[in-house]
DNA sequence: GTTTGCGTTTGAGTGCGCTCGAACTTCTAC
DNA sequence: GTAGAAGTTCGAGCGCACTCAAACGCAAAC
């Protein structure tokens, strides 16, 4: 169901246009250019949040750091992979009580996956639903847009 | 740029399947059944939004609204109308300080439209932006899923 | 004629996800 | 050796968009 069209659809989402695009891939595939281990101002770069974030992130219980030797955090690929993963999900709306469950299941061990995929689905079928709505609005706008100036329209539209 | 392909859009929209396209073909060209004058839980009851909500719009200055003899507020179409608007503007992240805006520039007449244009092109701008981010952690999750279990399958995909 | 239910106002409270301040340590460069 | 940048912890604070509590009014239903 999902892997088949899963080329076109990359293709659709990074064709349209430039600038997110590139950042966008980095985003979905990238993970070459880790330095096997990163500092918190590096990890903070590569995921665009602060490094406050990662911190509140740590303590929330979704990402485990070791310290080198005077305290400082040290991000290895496990780490950021798992916060490349996180950030993406809290990007698309998941909430962190949802995220602190679910990574609670993958400190569970194998039994947890048939749980933790049903957290994936349900997500997705709410990503599905923003997107649908989101579309909505969009198409609402363009046509308010579209139709500016013509003495308010076919009333399809509200105050403006 | 919009109308050419709006009737396309809407179709592939409404197309995909059943529960949402009806409520949403009506937050999109609906107000045929409105009963002229509403009541505030006949309007919060068709943008589904809480009357809590709709007396904190009036509250931060979106929309004004008579009342009866008793003091209850009575929606006339123009204040729906608005009000449609505005649910529809919030539920695709614009927020309510820049909503604050643009109905001071409607107060402000005509002479405002063309900052009117301007916000509305960024918030559509903007929407395309989320949708286009929701695609890619779409696509992510869609291609986590197809490969759970496939021993965390090739790492593109984070923790999990 | 009082109970039920929907409405009113004002101001305060909530939940979320950060975000920041303060006080302190540690590394790098000059 | 000292200035400055970047790190640490802890707890508190913030911005947003609601959401609710309390005390009250009105009006139809039993």
Do not use: C, W
């Amino acid at each position: 169901m999902a892997t088949d069209d899963l080329m076109g659809r990359v293709l659709d989402t990074f064709g349209e246009d430039g600038p997110l695009s590139v950042e966008a891939i980095h985003r979905l595939a990238d993970l070459g250019d880790i330095a096997d281990v990163m500092s918190i101002a590096e990890v903070a770069d590569l995921l665009d949040v602060s490094a406050h974030t990662l911190r509140y992130y740590e303590r929330a219980g979704l990402v485990e750091v070791e310290r080198d030797a005077s305290g400082h955090r040290v991000y290895d690929a496990d780490a950021v992979r798992r916060l490349v993963f996180l950030t993406r999900m809290r990007l698309s709306g998941m909430p962190m009580r949802d995220l602190q469950h679910y990574i609670a299941l993958v400190d569970g061990g194998e039994g947890t996956v048939p749980e933790r995929l049903d957290m994936l689905v349900e997500h997705r079928d709410t990503i599905r639903r923003r997107i649908r709505e989101l579309n909505l609005s969009l198409i609402a706008t363009e046509y308010k847009i579209a139709t500016y100036g013509g003495r308010t329209g076919p009333d399809v539209q509200g105050e403006g």
